[in-house]
């Protein structure tokens, strides 16, 4: 059984920093796609950072792009995300998710299995 748990989140002030890792295990697949996604109440889910089973490949978002950084621990089958210059507006529950399919970024809809997720609140 896949299984994704999510470690990391916090309250920091505004332009702090944390370190969100996601933990795997049971995978039974060996190209994939791990994805980090943010929501706030009464919005929708969206994707913040994505990352390629072999570390070779990484995307962010816009409003990320330069603050955040995705890497992955296969030792500890963990990927991180460690998010610096933190803004109120990244104030969010942030989700971990693994996709099987492999060779272009998926939508979150083609997302197999997802995490319990953990709140990150930036106080300004």
């Known amino acids: 059984e896949v299984q994704l748990v999510e470690s990391g989140g916090g309250l920091v002030q505004a332009g702090g920093s944390l370190r969100l890792s996601c933990a795997g295990s049971?995978?039974?697949?060996?190209?994939?796609?791990i994805g980090w996604f943010r929501q706030v109440p009464g919005k929708e889910r969206e994707g913040v950072s994505y990352?390629?089973?072999?570390?070779?490949?990484?995307y962010y978002a816009d409003s990320v792009k330069g603050r955040f950084t995705i890497f992955n621990d296969h030792a500890k089958n963990t990927v991180s995300l460690q998010m610096n210059s933190l803004k109120p507006e990244d104030t969010a529950v942030y989700y971990c998710?693994?996709?099987?399919?492999?060779?272009?970024?998926?939508?979150?809809?083609?997302?197999?299995?997802w995490g319990q997720g953990t709140q990150v609140t930036v106080s300004s």
């Open positions: 998710a693994v996709s099987r399919l492999y060779g272009f970024w998926p939508s979150m809809a083609e997302y197999d299995y």
């Open positions: 049971g995978f039974t697949f060996d190209d994939y796609v």
């Open positions: 990352i390629s089973s072999s570390g070779g490949s990484t």
